[in-house]
Each structure stands twice: as C-alpha cells, then as structure tokens.
C-alpha cells in the first residue's frame, strides 16, 4: 500500500465543509466591517524581515517567523502578522490618502508555533483598523466593531467579554510606583505574565526580576482595583463612548489586560470566554508610532486582530456554526445515454445561461444513481431528458424533496425551475 504524503504540520486541509464554515465566517466579517464604512485591502504575504524586527519583539522575529533568505540574499519571511505591512503602506502613500482610513482585511498568516488545539501554524486572520484621529471615542468604535460581529454570531455578553486597559494609565501608575522609566518595560512584561502562571511562580518570578516585595504588594493592589480606570479621563470618555454605541454590556475594565507586543502606546483590549479559564479570541489597541518607525509621518492609529482556528472552536463549542450548507449547483440535468450526452450538457449550458446554477451528470447512469447523487450533495431539482422527451422538445423535472415531478416544454425549462427555487423556503 503506497504512502499518502502527509500535509506539512501545523496546516489544515480545508474540505468543501470546512471551506464553507471559512467562507461563512468571512462573510459575517466583511458584513460588520462594511456596516461600520471600512475598506477591505490586502498586502503581501511575504515581506522583509526587517519590517518586523524593529517593533515586534525578539520572540517574534527569532523563533516565530517562518525566514529564508531569497535567491538576491534578502532575509524574507511568511507574514506573522499584517500591522507592520498597514504601517508601511499607508507611510509609501502617506500624501496620497484621504484620512481617516477605515480598512479590514482576511487572510492567511505563518508563526513556527507548536500546534496545539486552538492554535495552528498556517491560520487565516481579521485585521482591522482606523487611522487618523487620535480620541477614545475612535478607540470605542473598534471595541464596539468587536462587539457587533460577537452580537452577529450569537455570542452574548454572559458567553463573552472584551477587556480594556491604557498604557498610559498603567505607565503612571507605575512611575507613582517609585519605578523608573527604563524599568516600566519590565513591570508590563510581569503584568503581561499574570494570566500565564500560578501566582507563587509569578512572584517568583518578579523576585528573580529585580522587584522589591513593597513594589511587588503595589503591583497587585493596582492589579486588584477594579475601579482603577476612573482616574483616566480617557478611559471615562471610552466608555460613555461605548454606551453610545449601545455595547456596554460586553465590556470591562481589566488592569492587567498589557498587550505583549511592543508597538502599543494607549488603548488595549482583549476578547475572552467568560468560562473560568476562557480562552482569549482577539486582541488589539492604540500604537501611534507605528506608521513613523517604518519611515512614515508621524500618524495615530487603533486596531485588533483574530484568528479563524480560536473563534471557530468557541463557536463550535457553544453551538453558534451552521450545519448546512448548499450545494452550488441548484438543479442536475441527467444523462439517459451516450447519445443524449451532448444534449445534456447543451441543456445546462442553457440553464447556466438564465442564471441558474446548473450541472450535468458527467455520464450515462441509472436515474436512480443519478438521483441518489443529487440527493447526497444537497441538489433538489433534476432534469430528466429522455429519447421520447428529447424528440418532443420537452423535459421532466422532478422534486427530490417532495417526489413531485411535472413534464414541461424544453423553451419554458428555465422560467419554470427560476419558479420552483423561487419559492423554496430559505434555511
């Protein structure tokens, strides 16, 4: 027995069934980011390792990012993520593009991470972003975007919940902390670690860092309060914001919500499961420096990413992901015999042609067979032209579905099936 070749690891095969749950699941992105006036735009799926090195971390760069030099000796890798490539796109078109933008974007990203459940190596990716103005009613809209497409989905505010943070706050709180400015990175990766370990190896941890115990006790207290955000006035226009925007209730002050990447400098937020030790959906927030770090002007910018693989495992898991698809083709023209098998296939042309999705059986088969594979793949009108039908410019169709079956002539086929599929119930 030969070898089937296995796929490369951490990758997916996407069968017509999945295929459909991806297409599904784009489908109800592009909805709600139109809904909101954004733009969908695409960048390059490979790009130069230098665009990420300066702002994404030596995690990043180093062990996550799929590189191979080019046959010029450039250093290239698979996209780990699309913000940098924005960053540098809207810097080379800076002068030509009309402010704010509102842009989204889906597709697929590379990270050389072990695969586990909820988390692959070759995933398809929502990125979307506004740039231009700088305000916490700005930040708001993106949160509120999050919000909608959960509301779409069927996620509820007790099934999920967006939690929001500020760096600046955090930062001056820290510094208030008697921490000096080359520490506070230090102190927002010991944040950033909180969720990650048992709190004795946390602690630990902090020690080994270079933490006092009185800094240390500070530090969860600031991590404790859950009145904390009221002290940013930021944080208090956002809010009124999102009440606004009627999606208050999935929202929550969450102090020890830090973002990991470097590149953040205001906002950031986070979706998770509700569910004791609920998994984390999407994440974003604020990085203004960004377009200037890539050799742009100066411009501020707020957006969020999530992956398909974890939203796809909630959903299937809460029960929220349609079971049935169609079938694209809605009506099957069958063949009786090798001399009707050009008429056939003449007949679906026809068919295709009034704007029906329309396929032949691709040989001479028992009808039954050719109705079994109909009914199998989700087709519920067929076509039966045989040598009597044919000679008389006439054909039969017949419901699978109910077992009805009416013989009409061959010039009235097409408004006679546009008819019969009008009137099927949409699922």
């Known amino acids: 027995m030969k070898t ?26 592009r909805q709600v980011s139109e809904s909101f006036g954004y733009q969908e735009y695409e960048a390059p799926f490979l790009e130069k390792i230098d665009l990420y090195a300066a702002k994404s971390g030596e995690e990043l760069v180093k062990e996550q990012a799929f590189v191979f030099p080019d046959r ?75 919000a909608t497409f959960f509301q779409n989905v069927g996620l509820t505010p007790d099934k999920v919940v967006i939690l929001v943070n500020d760096r ?21 990766r010991l944040i950033d670690k909180r969720d990650k370990m048992r709190l004795a190896e946390w602690e630990a941890y902090a020690m080994e860092s270079g933490f006092t115990p009185g800094q240390l006790e500070q530090l969860k207290r600031l991590l404790a309060d859950p009145d904390l955000w009221k002290k940013s006035p930021e944080l208090a226009r956002f809010f009124a914001a999102l009440e606004a925007l009627g999606m208050r209730d999935y929202v929550q002050f969450d102090s020890g919500v830090i973002r990991g ?110 109705f079994k594979y109909a009914d199998r793949v989700g087709i519920r009108f067929v076509v039966i032209m045989g040598p009597d039908e044919e000679k008389e410019g006439k054909v039969t169709v017949k419901d699978l579905a109910s077992g009805v079956q009416e013989t009409i002539q061959r010039d009235c086929l097409a408004r006679k099936l546009g008819e019969f599929l009008a009137a099927v119930p949409v699922s």
């Open 261 to 370: 990447l470097l590149y953040y400098t205001g906002t950031v937020f986070e979706a998770r499961e509700r569910q004791e030790g609920g998994r984390a959906i999407l994440g974003g927030g604020r990085y203004d420096n960004l377009v200037s770090d890539v050799g742009g002007t100066p411009v501020y910018c707020v957006g969020f990413a999530m992956g398909d693989v974890m939203i796809t495992l909630v959903l299937k898991g809460l029960g929220l992901l349609p079971t049935a698809f169609s079938y694209p083709a809605q009506v099957l023209v069958t063949t009786f015999d090798d001399t009707l098998l050009l008429p056939s296939l003449s007949l679906a042309s026809g068919l295709r042609r009034a704007g029906i999705n329309a396929v032949s059986y691709p040989e001479p088969a028992k009808l039954q067979k050719q």
């Open 4 to 29: 089937i070749i296995p796929s490369v690891k951490g990758t997916r095969d996407f069968y017509p069934e999945e295929m459909a749950i991806r297409i599904w699941l784009y489908q109800k992105i």
């Open 168 to 188: 600046r706050l955090m930062d001056a709180e820290v510094a208030g902390m008697g921490i000096p400015p080359e520490k506070r990175g230090d102190v927002f």
């Open 72 to 146: 010029g000796g450039d250093l290239i890798t698979l996209r780990p993520e699309l913000t940098p490539s924005l960053a540098r796109m809207v810097a080379q078109k800076q002068n030509e593009l009309a402010f704010p933008l509102r842009w989204w974007s889906f597709g697929p990203f590379w990270r050389y991470e072990k695969p586990q459940r909820g988390r692959t190596r070759e995933f398809f990716q929502w990125n979307i972003d506004l740039i231009g103005p700088n305000t916490p009613e700005v930040d708001a809209e993106l949160v509120a975007i999050c």
